[in-house]
């Protein structure tokens, strides 16, 4: 019998360069003055405030990130410890102000309100696009520092900070016909975001609700993002733009930069729960704003035979390991096509790559194109693994189950942030998978046989941001799209967030307050005649775009 010749594995190696202490040491030298020194509380001249001493460099071995009010950079905060979730790397934590301290900054960003609000639309155009110069000129180490905070794919960090400056460029572009006859806020506008996409999301926004003659405020998001985001905080207030970056934990700060005053507007993004208490208080303030929460984003298939097509769109909706707020985790099939689906399916999740982004074989090679690297944190990978098996116990078929041998790791490197890809049909109603987001690699499958139990699938959530369908026939989509609660529908095609003109929203539970997207951004986060109904999901209305306002 002839012998089979295995080629082992090339062994992975960290490509030269990328580790987080280069990351961390270009950082430093492109803006001192937001990155502390290391175990010498040294600041450079940089202010404590009254709330902290700048004695707390300590807490990582490379130094420590400041806070970011009155537009000067303060050593004050407590810097909690913290770990990459691409492999176990301490990284920069969080310097978590106290409720107190945050008054401060909510006052100080006021006062930079009242002077920035009378600055001319010119001058605010070059001041936003000098900052977008700035961030492109440092558009790698701002997505290095996505991989290793958030774990983002080298590609994919990439095209989050490319999104962002491309998308404030054309609003710099477009904005004087969208601004005219309008004005800034009475105050400036508190941004409480995810982690999953600190530029394109939260940078994109605090960038154009400047741009509409506003001061802004973010906190950074608990999970991740620290280093990127004061990065391109530091490169844009060099421009002079009125920007504050502050860090605490939710419970401590939210009530000052959801209910203090001094605040014209509140913009969240994040789940359901976190966000149900956010609308409860604007809407007792009468307070604007614009809250994107969570919502089980569906895909149909009924009455479909395009399945060549069908396979790559199914590989890419695993990008980022599903963690983004326009994921497809639900996958509604009409039984007698599932065999056809299923034949699909599972090669295109068993094409899927992913483990370390920053791994190469050889120094020389270019980093891996992965569709995803680890969840954000080993909690929430303990968390799908835990309800993965409790969703199997109680009656779900695990269709796919992938495996982290099939990853791309380094040799004995933490890998608890992971999740192998995982797809389940019919998880049952008392699963938290039938109902809810799952915000990570596991899909699920519900079996339908007749358009009135498709359609009860897809808005099983009470309200979503994407979904679509995939038929054949398109007399059933446009009899069947309009009756799906998600603010985009595609025809066999995934929809996302958008860029530039194109507007987002969501239906239901998933969104409150104003619409944003193109014109309706701007108009968000400014104010125009004092009758004006902004197209939205508010307390007492609900306006579709280019539409009469219909029930809540």
Known sequence: MASTTHT???????????AWADAWQRCREVAPEAFGDADTGTDHGIGTGAHGTGTADRAHPLGRVRNLWRGT?????????????????????????????????????LDQHRAWRHIPLAERKARVAAALDALTEHRELLALLLVWEIGK??????????????????????????????????????????????????????????????????????????????????LSVREGLPLTLVSGSGGELSEVLVRSPEIGCVSFVGGRDTGARVATAVADLGKRHILEQEGLNCWGVWNYSDWDSLAPLIRKTFDYAKQRCTAYPRFVVQRSRFADFLATYLPAVGSLRYG????VAAPGDPLPELDFGPLINAAKARELSELTEEAID??????????????????GQDTSAYLPPTTLLSPPPSSPLHHAEPFGPVDSIVLVDTEAE????????????????????????????????????????????????????GFGASWRGAFVGGELLIRAVTEGPADERLPGNFPDYRLQPEAQPTAA
């Open 356 to 359: 370390h982004p920053l791994a």
């Open 454 to 505: 498709l359609l009860a699938a897809m808005n099983a959530s009470n309200g979503a941001l994407v979904a679509t369908l995939s038929t054949d026939d398109q007399e059933v989509y446009d009899r069947l799209s309009p009756q799906i609660r998600a603010f985009k529908v595609g025809h066999g095609k995934p929809r996302s967030r958008g860029d530039r003109d194109e507007l987002f929203g």
């Open 8 to 18: 082992p594995a090339p062994t992975l190696t960290l490509k030269p360069g990328t």
């Open 394 to 411: 109680r009656g779900a078929v695990p269709l796919h189950r992938g495996s982290l041998s099939d990853g791309l790791f380094l040799p």
């Open 153 to 234: 794919p080298w590609k994919l960090a990439q095209a989050d900070v490319d999104r962002a400056i491309d998308g404030v460029r054309w609003y710099v572009d477009h904005v004087d016909g969208m601004i005219e006859g309008r004005g800034p806020l009475p105050g400036p506008v508190s941004n409480i975001a995810s982690w999953n996409y600190p530029m394109s999301v939260l940078v994109h926004a605090m960038l154009i609700q400047a741009l509409a003659g506003n001061a802004v405020i973010a906190k950074t998001p608990t999970d991740g993002g620290l280093a990127c985001l004061t990065l391109a905080c530091a």
């Open 73 to 109: 950079w303060h050593a004050d905060g407590t810097p909690l410890p913290a770990t990459s979730p691409v492999d176990g790397t301490p990284i920069a934590g969080p310097p978590r102000l106290e409720a107190p301290a945050a008054r401060d900054a909510v006052r100080a960003s």
